[in-house]
């Protein structure tokens, strides 16, 4: 069940990220999921490195769809240098 819950919740926040950031993401919708749970995992580590989640919280909506943002524009950045 966790890992359904990952991907659907992962869905969403990738969804929302790609809504929000600014140009045009082609992705599929499998590349949106894994964005969204990576974006949760960018947003749980900053999140507990700056001490606002204690050890074993994760990340809330927001916070995950603004690390999946991150992780968009770092992508954009490394692909625009090569």
Same mark, same amino acid.
């Given at each position: 069940? /966790?890992?359904?819950? !990952?991907?659907?919740? $992962?869905?969403? #926040? =990738? ?7 600014? +140009? ?14 990576? /974006?949760?995992?960018? !947003?749980?580590?900053? $999140?507990?490195? #700056? =001490? ?7 990340? +809330? ?14 992508? /954009? ?6």
């Amino acid at each position: 069940m /966790g890992l359904i819950f !990952a991907a659907v919740f $992962g869905l969403i #926040v =990738g969804a929302l990220a790609r809504m929000f950031y600014p +140009g045009r993401q082609d992705m599929s919708i499998l590349k949106t999921m894994l964005l969204g749970i990576g /974006g949760g995992f960018v !947003a749980g580590l900053i $999140g507990r490195m #700056v =001490g606002w989640y204690p050890a074993g919280q994760g990340a +809330g909506l927001i916070a995950s769809a603004l690390g999946a943002m991150l992780l968009i524009w770092a992508v /954009g950045k490394m692909q625009s240098n090569a």
